[in-house]
C-alpha cells in the first residue's frame, strides 16, 4: 500500500464501517509498516479502525482492547486530539455494554481535546447515548450542534451515521417525514462513499420507520436486505434487525411467528454480549408472551427487563418495561375480577385501578404513546370492573384524545376509547360513529397489505372494537343492525384478492422447487433414507415463498368482481332480494353466547340460543362419531354404538342450532353463516337439513358476492378433472367423474401442479381427488398432492380467473383454520376469496377409498342440470342407503359459497 499515512488511516476507518472483515486483513500489513516507520499516529489510527470493526464483528473486550491501544498511542505521539477520536469511540463500547454513565464520561473526557469537526462528532457521540436513555430533546439538541459542522468540514463518513441516528429520534417522536429525510440522505451518502455495512444500517432504520407508519411490505422488504448484508458480513447489527423484525411480527398479529423471533433475538444479544439491548429484546418476548397468555414468562422477562434497564439509568424504558409486567398481572387477575382499588395491590397478580393510573400517566412522561393509551383502556376497564364508572371515563377521555394523530394501529385504539367515552355518557350514536370510524382505519390500512395471511392476522386488532358495535346492536335487538354489525366484523380478508404480479417469476419457480424438494421427501422416506437436509430445505424454501409474498404491496384494495365496497356489508334489502326462496341463518357468538339472525321471504328475526359451550361440546364428539362408522371394523356393535352416539349428538345440535328458528325457515334452502364453534360442521347430519339444499359461507356479504357474480361472468364452459398419486380409488373416480362429462381426465404424470393450475384457470367446473394437508403452522402452504408435489394456497393465487365450481374429494379441504373475527384461511377460503362462486369439499377427514359413490352421484346431478347444493343434498340421500361406511363420508361433505349449477 504505497498511500500517506493520512490516506491510509482515512481509508481504514471508512472500511471499517464498510467491510469489517476485509478491513481486518489488510490492517495488519498497515500496522506492521507502522511499527516498523515508527509512526506512533498511524499505529494509533490503526487500532482505532481495528477496535470499530471488532464492535462490529467480534467482541466487545477485542474492541475495547485495541480503542486502550489507539489512545495510547496517540497520547505517546503527543496527539491529544487523535486520542480523544479514538475516546469517543471506546464511548460507543461502554454504550454497548449497557454503562450508560461511563459512555457519558469518556466523551466528558474527550471534549476538551476537540475542536471544530472533532467537538461535532463528540456531539453526536453523545447524542446516541441520549437516545439509547430516550432522552430525545437532549440528543437533537446535540445533532444541532454536529450537523452543520460536520456537513461544512465534509466530514460524510461521520455525516451520515449522524443522519441515520438523527432519523431514529425522529421516529421515536412520531416525525416521519423529517426521519425518511435523514435515512434517504444517508442512504445517498452511504452509496456514494461504498460503505456496505453503514447502507444496510440504513435499510434497517427505513424497515423500522416503516413499521412504525405500519407499512408492512416495505418494512419486509428493508428488513430482509438489511438481515441479508449483517449475516454475510456477520456483524451485531443483525440482533437489532432481529429485534425489529419481532416488533414488525407483533404489530401484524403474526404471534407465534414473532415469539420465535423473539427467542433468537435474546439468544444473539447475549451471544454478542450487546447488554445494552439485551433487555429491550427481554421486553419483546415479555410481549409476545403476554399475547400467548404465558403470563408468567410475561412477567417475569419483564420485570428482568425493568431490572437491567435500571442498572443503565434507562428511566424511560423501567416504564415500559413495568406496564408490560402490569399488564399481565391485570390479565391473570382478571377471571376472578380481584381487583383492588386503593393501594398497591395484593398478591397473586392482583392490580389495582390506581396502580394502572400511575402506569399510564409515567408512560405519557416518559413518551410511549401507544403503550400509554392501551394502559388506560386497562385502568378504564378495572375501574369499571370495580364500579368507579368516573374513574373509568377519565382514562377513556385522556386515551381518545389520540385519536386524530399517530400510527394507524394507536388510533384505532383512541377511537375505541372514544367510543366507551361516549356510551358511558349516553350518546349511543355517537359511540356507533365512533366504532365504525375504528373500523374504516383498520380496513384502509388492511388494503395496504397484499399478502392473505398478513390480511387475516391483521385483522385480531379490530375484534374487541367490531364486538362493542355487535353488543350494541343486540342490546337494541333490532335483526337487520345485528346482521350489519356480524359483517362488519366478519371474514373482511375474503372480499379482497391478494397482491400478485401478472407473472411473477421468482414465485414460480420457488414453488417448482418446493414441489421437487417434497417429492423428494417422500422418495426419502419410502426408501428408509435420511430426510433430514431436504426437510431443511422445504423449511428454507416455504420460508423465502411466504416473506416474498408478504412483501408484496397492495396500493389500492381490488375486491371480489362484482361484490360490494369491502368498507361495508350489504345492505339488507339487497340481501333479501338475492335470496328470493332461500333463508338465510347467520350465527353470532358474544361472550360465549349464540345468536341467530334469519332472513326469509324479506322478513328478519333475531333469536337468542345460548350458551356456547354445549354446542361446543356436542361438535368435538361429531368426528368420533363418524370415523368410527366408517372404519371396517370387526368389534361387535361398535358401529351400531357409533351410529347410537351420532344420532343423539346431531338431534342435540338440531335442537340448539336450527330447530327453534323452524318457523321463519320452514322448508327452504339454506344459506348458513356460521361463527366460532359451528365452523366446522357437518351440516347434513342434522335433522333439519336432511335432503335440503345448504350453501355455507363465511360470511353473507361473501355470499351476496357470488350469488351476484353468476349474471355477468362468462366462462368457457370447461371441466376440468384431475386426480392426485397415493390416494386409493382417486383414479378410477377421476375417470367416472370424466366420463359423465365427456372430457379427459389428468392422471398420472399428466395430473402435475402447473398442468392442473393451467386447466383450472377460467374453468366452469373442476374436479380434484387428491390427498388434502392442513399445514400446521401456515395455512397457506395447505396443499392438495399432486404428481409433481403439493398444489399450494400460494399456487392457487396465481390464478388470474378462479374456476366457478370446485369439487375436493381431498381430506379437510372444506375446513378453515379460523382467525379471531371469523377471518378464514386454507384451500376452500382462498377459492372463495380469488371468486369461485361454489365449492363442495369435506369438512372433516374422509376415507378416501369411499368417496367415489358420492361424487358419481353428485356429478350425474350436476350433469343433469340440478345445482350444486341440492345435487349434493340428493347424492348424500342417495348414498346414505347404501351402508353406513358410505354414509359416514358423504355426511362429511358440505356446499360453501353460493349455489350455482353448470352452463346449460
Known amino acids: 500500500m504505497s498511500a500517506s499515512p493520512p490516506d491510509l488511516a482515512t481509508e481504514l476507518l471508512r472500511l471499517a464501517e464498510a467491510d469489517p472483515a476485509r478491513l481486518t486483513s489488510l490492517a495488519t500489513e498497515v500496522a506492521r509498516r507502522a511499527r516498523a516507520g515508527g509512526d506512533l499516529e498511524l499505529g494509533s489510527s490503526v487500532h482505532r479502525a481495528l477496535g470499530i470493526a471488532a464492535l462490529h464483528v467480534t467482541d466487545l473486550r477485542t474492541a475495547e482492547r485495541h480503542l486502550r491501544d489507539a489512545i495510547r498511542l496517540a497520547v505517546r505521539a503527543g496527539s491529544p486530539g487523535l486520542a480523544a477520536e479514538a475516546r469517543l469511540r471506546l464511548a460507543f463500547v461502554r454504550c454497548v455494554q449497557g454503562r450508560m454513565e461511563q459512555a457519558i464520561s469518556e466523551v466528558e473526557l474527550a471534549l476538551p481535546d476537540l475542536h471544530g469537526a472533532g467537538r461535532a462528532r463528540a456531539e453526536a457521540q453523545r447524542a446516541v447515548i441520549f437516545n439509547h436513555l430516550r432522552r430525545p430533546e437532549d440528543a437533537l439538541a446535540s445533532y444541532r450542534l454536529a450537523v452543520p459542522v460536520l456537513s461544512r468540514a ?225 385502568a378504564a376497564r378495572l375501574a369499571v370492573d370495580a364500579g368507579r364508572p368516573a374513574r373509568a371515563e377519565r382514562q377513556w377521555e385522556i386515551a381518545g384524545r389520540r385519536r386524530h394523530r399517530g400510527p394507524a394501529g394507536e388510533r384505532i385504539h383512541a377511537w375505541h376509547a372514544e367510543a366507551l367515552l361516549r356510551l358511558a355518557g349516553g350518546n349511543v350514536r355517537g359511540a356507533r360513529s365512533a366504532i365504525r370510524t375504528a ?64 407473472h411473477d417469476r421468482h414465485l414460480a419457480e420457488a414453488l417448482a422447487q418446493l414441489r421437487l424438494t417434497v417429492a423428494r421427501i417422500d422418495e426419502s422416506r419410502t426408501a428408509g433414507e435420511d430426510t433430514g437436509a431436504l426437510v431443511e430445505r422445504q423449511i428454507t424454501l416455504e420460508r423465502e415463498i411466504r416473506d416474498h409474498c408478504r412483501r408484496q404491496e397492495k396500493t389500492s384494495a381490488e375486491p371480489v368482481p362484482t361484490a360490494p365496497s369491502p368498507t361495508g356489508p350489504v345492505p339488507l334489502r339487497q340481501v333479501a332480494e338475492a335470496l328470493g326462496e332461500q333463508a338465510l341463518v347467520e350465527f353470532v357468538q358474544v361472550d360465549d353466547v349464540l345468536h341467530a339472525i334469519t332472513l326469509a321471504g324479506g322478513r328478519s328475526r333475531l333469536h337468542a340460543l345460548g350458551p356456547a359451550a354445549p354446542v361446543r361440546t356436542l361438535i368435538d364428539r361429531v368426528p368420533f362419531a363418524l370415523r368410527r362408522l366408517a372404519r371396517r371394523t370387526s368389534v361387535p356393535g361398535s358401529q351400531a354404538a357409533a351410529l347410537n352416539l351420532l344420532r343423539d349428538t346431531v338431534a342435540k345440535l338440531d335442537a340448539l342450532l336450527l330447530r327453534p328458528l323452524a318457523a321463519d325457515l320452514r322448508d327452504r334452502p339454506l344459506v348458513l353463516v356460521p361463527s366460532g364453534p359451528i365452523q366446522a360442521l357437518p351440516w347434513s347430519l ?48 377421476a375417470e367416472g367423474v370424466a366420463s359423465i362429462h365427456a372430457v379427459p381426465a389428468l392422471v398420472d404424470d399428466a395430473a402435475g401442479a402447473e398442468a392442473v393450475l393451467a386447466d383450472l384457470d377460467g374453468a366452469a367446473l373442476a374436479h380434484v381427488a387428491a390427498h388434502g394437508r392442513i399445514h400446521p403452522s401456515n395455512p397457506l402452504f395447505s396443499s392438495l398432492r399432486l404428481a409433481d408435489g403439493p398444489l399450494t394456497v400460494y399456487d392457487l393465487e396465481r390464478l388470474r380467473r378462479a374456476p366457478e365450481i370446485v369439487v375436493l374429494a381431498a381430506c379437510d379441504t372444506g375446513r378453515f383454520v379460523v382467525r379471531p373475527g371469523d377471518e378464514l384461511l386454507g384451500l376452500s377460503a382462498t377459492f372463495l376469496a380469488l371468486g369461485t362462486r361454489t365449492i363442495v369439499a369435506p369438512v372433516l377427514s374422509i376415507l378416501d377409498t369411499e368417496s367415489t359413490t358420492l361424487m358419481i352421484a353428485l356429478h350425474k346431478l350436476l350433469a343433469a342440470g340440478h345445482s350444486t347444493a341440492s345435487a349434493l343434498a340428493q347424492a348424500q340421500q342417495q348414498v346414505a342407503r347404501d351402508n353406513l361406511e358410505a354414509y359416514a363420508v358423504a355426511a362429511g361433505f358440505v356446499c360453501l359459497g353460493a349455489d350455482s349449477a353448470m352452463p346449460s
Open 439 to 502: 373500523l374504516r382505519l383498520h380496513d384502509e390500512h388492511r388494503a395496504t397489505l397484499g399478502a392473505t395471511d398478513l390480511r387475516a392476522h391483521a385483522s385480531e386488532s379490530r375484534v374487541e372494537v367490531a364486538e362493542l358495535g355487535l353488543r350494541l346492536a343486540l342490546r337494541d335487538g333490532v335483526p337487520a343492525d345485528v346482521l350489519t354489525w356480524a359483517e362488519r366484523g366478519r371474514a373482511r380478508h375474503l372480499l379482497m384478492r391478494p397482491a400478485r404480479p401478472a
Open 686 to 733: 342434522l335433522p333439519s337439513c336432511a335432503g335440503r339444499a345448504i350453501c355455507v359461507s363465511p360470511s353473507a356479504t361473501l355470499w351476496y358476492a357470488g350469488s351476484q357474480a353468476g349474471r355477468s361472468r362468462t366462462g368457457d364452459g370447461r371441466v376440468v378433472v384431475a386426480a392426485g398419486p397415493g390416494l386409493p380409488g382417486a383414479r378410477s373416480e
Open 154 to 378: 465534509g466530514d460524510h463518513l461521520w455525516l451520515q451515521r449522524v443522519l441515520s441516528n438523527r432519523g431514529i429520534v425522529h421516529g421515536y417522536r412520531h416525525e416521519f417525514a423529517a426521519a425518511e429525510s435523514d435515512f434517504q440522505e444517508a442512504e445517498r451518502l452511504c452509496r456514494r462513499l461504498d460503505l456496505g455495512l453503514s447502507l444496510a444500517v440504513v435499510w434497517q432504520n427505513l424497515g423500522w420507520l416503516s413499521a412504525l407508519r405500519g407499512e408492512v411490505p416495505a418494512a419486509l422488504r428493508y428488513l430482509d436486505q438489511a438481515e441479508q448484508r449483517f449475516r454475510t458480513l456477520d456483524t451485531h447489527q443483525l440482533c437489532w434487525t432481529l429485534a425489529d423484525r419481532t416488533e414488525l411480527l407483533l404489530s401484524a398479529g403474526l404471534i407465534a411467528e414473532a415469539r420465535e423471533a423473539a427467542e433468537e433475538t435474546v439468544q444473539e444479544f447475549e451471544r454478542r454480549g450487546r447488554k445494552v439491548g439485551l433487555p429491550e429484546a427481554r421486553l419483546l418476548l415479555a410481549r409476545t408472551a403476554y399475547l400467548v397468555r404465558d403470563h408468567e414468562e410475561a412477567v417475569r422477562e419483564a420485570r428482568r427487563a425493568a431490572l437491567a434497564f435500571g442498572r443503565q439509568h434507562r428511566r424511560e424504558w423501567v416504564a415500559v418495561a413495568r406496564f408490560v409486567a402490569l399488564r399481565s398481572l391485570a390479565a391473570m387477575s382478571s377471571d376472578d375480577r380481584a381487583v383492588s382499588t386503593a393501594g398497591r395491590g395484593g398478591r397473586g397478580g392482583r392490580v389495582s385501578v390506581r396502580q394502572m393510573e400511575e402506569c399510564a400517566a409515567e408512560l405519557a412522561e416518559t413518551g410511549w404513546p401507544a403503550a400509554e393509551v392501551e394502559a388506560r383502556m386497562i
